[in-house]
């Protein structure tokens, strides 16, 4: 059973970089399906960050386009979310969840794992 | 992008009640669509994809239908279990988009 596991700093201050991390277990990265980040700021819905594939392929929300990147280390079996010059606005919590497609992005998310709370904050 | 409207955003129900929840597409989005189901403090579960294909181990109480821009999420008999909020996304075409959202809860 594929589980995925967010962790990184609960605090960020404004106009700095975002950084997590997802862990995968129970499933290789280099085995297929495309790896995803999902944000939801506290009391409102999901939004899609973007996607990555074992190769770094990657498709990103045009919203957050400018400031986001995803990258992927086959060797650990983890993705990571960088997200850059964040403000107030980028207070979510963060999830990382794994396509429904194991060849191709299908574009909706089966495994998620529990989400890891980020605050902007100075 | 396709905005994904849902209705209501509040639904106050009973434990046996039949509950309707719709979701409306600014676009056609064929019948690529899928229902989440989110519990606080829990990520949301996948309930159904493709409008109306129950994924495994989700009860045959929920049910999708709906095609184009107009779909609904039926519970036929609601169960404790059920109070929760639900989310509607579009898989037409990036940005994958979600509903804001219905909040089901105890009447």
């Given at each position: 059973q594929v589980q995925l596991q967010e962790s990184g700093p609960e605090l960020v201050k404004p106009s700095e970089t975002l950084s997590l991390t997802c862990a995968v277990s129970g499933?290789?990265?280099?085995?297929g399906y495309y790896w995803v980040w999902v944000r939801q700021p506290p009391g409102k819905g999901l939004e899609w960050i973007g996607t990555i594939n074992h190769s770094g392929t990657t498709y990103y929300n045009p919203s957050l386009k400018s400031r986001v990147s995803i990258s992927v280390d086959t060797s650990k079996n983890q993705f990571f979310l960088n997200l850059n010059s964040?403000?107030?606005?980028?207070t979510a919590l963060y999830y990382c969840a794994r396509d429904a497609g194991p060849m191709a992005?299908?574009?909706?998310?089966a495994y998620w794992g529990q989400g890891t709370l980020v605050t902007v904050s100075s | 992008d396709i905005q994904m409207t849902q209705s209501p955003s509040t639904l106050s129900a009973s434990v046996g009640d039949r509950v309707t929840v719709t979701c409306r597409a600014?676009?056609?989005?064929?019948?690529w669509l899928t229902w989440y189901q989110q519990k606080p403090g829990k990520a949301p579960k996948l309930l159904i994809s493709k409008a109306s294909t129950l994924e495994s181990g989700?009860?045959?109480r929920f049910s999708g239908s709906g095609s184009g821009t107009e779909f609904t999420l039926t519970i036929s008999s609601l169960q404790p279990d059920d109070f929760a909020t639900y989310y509607c996304q579009q898989y037409k075409s990036p940005p994958w988009t979600f509903g804001q959202g219905t909040r089901v809860e105890i009447k």
């Open positions: 499933y290789s990265i280099t085995s964040v403000a107030a606005a980028d992005v299908v574009g909706f998310f | 600014s676009q056609s989005i064929n019948s989700v009860p045959s």
